[in-house]
Structure formats: C-alpha cells, structure tokens
C-alpha cells in the first residue's frame, strides 16, 4: 500500500511541480494516510536535482499546510463548542471524559494555545489534530493562520531540506520520521493510561462526604 501511495505522489510532484505538492500537503493535512514523509523528501529530492527551487518547495508546502489547516479549523468551529459540550455530556462518559475535564482542557490551551499551535505543527501526528481545539475554541483566524504558517514551515523546511541532502536515498527520511511517530504514540499512552489511573483512584464524592 505504503508504494502505491509512493507511487501516486512521485507521479502528482512530477507532474504538476509546486502546485502538485501545495495539493498534497494540503490533502495530508485532512487526510492522514497521505504522510508528508513521503510528499515533503520527494519534493526535496526534485528540487535537489534542478527541477525545481528548494524556496518554492517549501513555500508550496507551506501554502498546502495552511489551507488544509483551515479546512480542519472550519469544520471544528462550525460545530462550535456548545455542541461539542453536549455531545461530551451525553456520551463523554462511555471514554471516560467529563465535561468538566473538557472544561479544564479548554482552560489548558487558551491559555496555551500559541506554543500549542506553532509547536504542534513539529510533533508527527499532532501536526493536523492541533486544529480541531483552535477550531473548537475559535482562536482568532489571523493569529491561527500566522502561528500554524510558522510552525509548518520549520517543519517542511526540515523535510524538504533532509530530502534534498540525501537525494536518491530520500525515503530514508521517512524512516527517521516513523521512530518520532513511536515516540508520539509511546506519549499518549502513557498520558492516557495517567489520566485512567487518576480517574479511578480519585476519590468518590460519597467518601468526602
């Protein structure tokens, strides 16, 4: 599957150039299994041989990062948070999340939310998702837009540079991405088997009483 979908974006990059690539990284922002350890080293790699600029590649990328963000925010902030706090009422309990654990989060990344969003656009897996709070929370567009620019750029300049270095071994860029994958996964398991551990040793309120 993994080199079909190689394949497939070898064919868009070569084809279409600096639009080919925006296209995609704006797909991969929406929909995952189009990974930008494949898309981001390719276009490295074709601007590495002449093809194309390296600046334009990570613009492009850039650009696609950004429009699928938005796409991702959109849809969050149009479901808005009072249907997200009802839908965690009625159902949060069959996971584990309350609404006032949901409350608290909110507080978390308002608070938060500048590192949250520019940071998060580095972390594999986070990238996309950091979206759905800033949508949830209606974070100011413009603000959104500048931090989520800034984050992805470091991020596909990191890419797309580590695929032009390594030219015809750029897939190997992918490699390196999948132990940050790992990692990320590692993460929030453990955090999630945290909060699990919590839950279940807090005290009940019958007890304080």
């Not at 600046?55 to 849809?75: D, E, F, K, P, Q």
């Not at 507080?107 to 986070?126: E, H, K, N």
């Not at 071994?169 to 132990?179: F, K, L, M, N, P």
Request: with cysteine; net charge positive.
């Amino acid at each position: 599957m993994l080199d079909g979908v190689t394949g497939w974006v070898t064919d868009v990059v070569e084809a279409l150039g600096y639009v080919g690539v925006a296209i995609l990284v704006a797909l991969e922002s929406v929909f995952p299994p189009i990974p930008s350890e494949i898309v981001l080293p390719l276009a490295g790699f074709v601007a590495g041989r002449g093809d194309a600029s390296l600046v334009g590649m990570i613009a492009a990328a850039t650009v696609g990062s950004v429009i699928g963000a938005w796409v991702l925010y959109g849809i969050s902030a149009a479901i808005g948070p009072l249907r997200l706090h009802r839908f965690v009422a009625r159902h949060g309990r069959w996971v584990g999340v309350s609404v006032d654990d949901l409350a608290r989060a909110e507080v978390w990344f308002d608070r938060r939310s500048t590192v949250a969003v520019m940071c998060g656009r580095c972390v594999p897996l986070i990238r996309s998702l950091v979206s759905i709070p800033a949508g949830f929370r209606r974070m100011p567009m413009l603000r959104f837009t500048v931090l989520t620019a800034l984050g992805s750029m470091i991020w596909n300049t990191a890419l797309i540079g580590a695929g032009a270095a390594l030219g015809h071994r750029w897939e190997e860029v992918g490699d390196y991405v999948s132990v940050l994958q790992w990692l990320v996964v590692a993460t929030a398991v453990a955090l999630a088997a945290l909060f699990a551990w919590k839950r279940l040793t807090r005290p009940s309120p019958s007890s304080n009483a």
